[in-house]
């Protein structure tokens, strides 16, 4: 499919996206930082629906009804699946992370 997807984003990659902004504001003390991280991400997501199948699947060893589509950006990468004729961002995981276990 090419053109314009709909872009569904799940409360899921919500928290878990605050969890990280929280995490380098506070903890590592760089507000600066987090927005800079917000606005990679926000930019990496608000890109992709233009054609979110154009990239490769991430491999993975869970049979899945849709495959997931990794983004990365920084050190952590976006996961999103297509379903139809929308994008839907599912979560956000650190990539140093096994993520054999949880993808």
């Known amino acids: 499919m090419n053109g314009n997807y709909d872009l569904r984003i ?33 930019k990496a997501i608000y890109n992709r629906p233009f054609a979110p199948e154009a990239f490769e699947p991430y491999p993975s060893k869970k049979k899945r009804e849709h495959p997931y589509y990794a983004i990365p950006v920084k050190n952590y990468f976006i996961f999103y699946v297509v379903i139809g004729n929308t994008m839907e961002v599912r979560t956000i995981v650190y990539s140093r992370r096994d993520l054999t276990k949880t993808i």
Request: glycine share 0%; net charge negative.
């Open 10 to 42: 799940l409360p899921l990659f919500e928290e878990k996206l605050q969890e990280i902004v929280d995490y380098i504001a506070y903890r590592l003390k760089n507000p600066i930082a987090a927005e800079a991280f917000v606005d990679a991400v926000e």
